[in-house]
Nanobody, 122 residues
Framework: QVQVVESGGGLVQAGDSLRLSCVVLGRSITDYRFGWFRQTPGKEREFVARINGWSGDTTTTDSVKGRFTASNDFARNTVYLQMNSLKPEDTAVYYC???????????????WGQGTQVTVSS
């Protein structure tokens, strides 16, 4: 396992942008695959995006396609989730997770951050 720390959440209005950061401590991001997930109260955690920390290959779920983009920064040992054109339904706690598989399944990730709250007002 590796320690990952998210940041960048906040309260914004619909149509605004936010960038979430996920810093990896103690290991290189090139050793891992990363998933971004989100969860709202009473609902199961859902997959948002994934990125290969080494190659930068990414995919996103359909509900955020064209609005959210995952990226990596080797110099900062950080992966990001750029969120544009935010909608109220994007409101959730967002989690970064690291694992060895490039997967949309949360069970494939064994290192999770503490989560960061994103709230989008209408």
């Amino acid at each position: 396992q590796v320690q990952v720390v998210e940041s960048g959440g906040g309260l914004v209005q619909a149509g605004d942008s936010l960038r979430l950061s996920c810093v990896v401590l103690g290991r290189s991001i090139t050793d891992y695959r990363f998933g971004w997930f989100r969860q709202t109260p009473g609902k199961e955690r859902e997959f948002v995006a994934r990125i290969n920390g080494w190659s930068g290959d990414t995919t996103t779920t359909d509900s955020v396609k064209g609005r959210f983009t995952a990226s990596n920064d080797f110099a900062r040992n950080t992966v990001y989730l750029q969120m544009n054109s935010l909608k109220p339904e994007d409101t959730a706690v967002y989690y970064c997770a690291a694992g060895s598989r490039f997967s949309s399944g949360e069970q494939r990730y064994d290192s999770w951050g503490q989560g960061t709250q994103v709230t989008v007002s209408s």
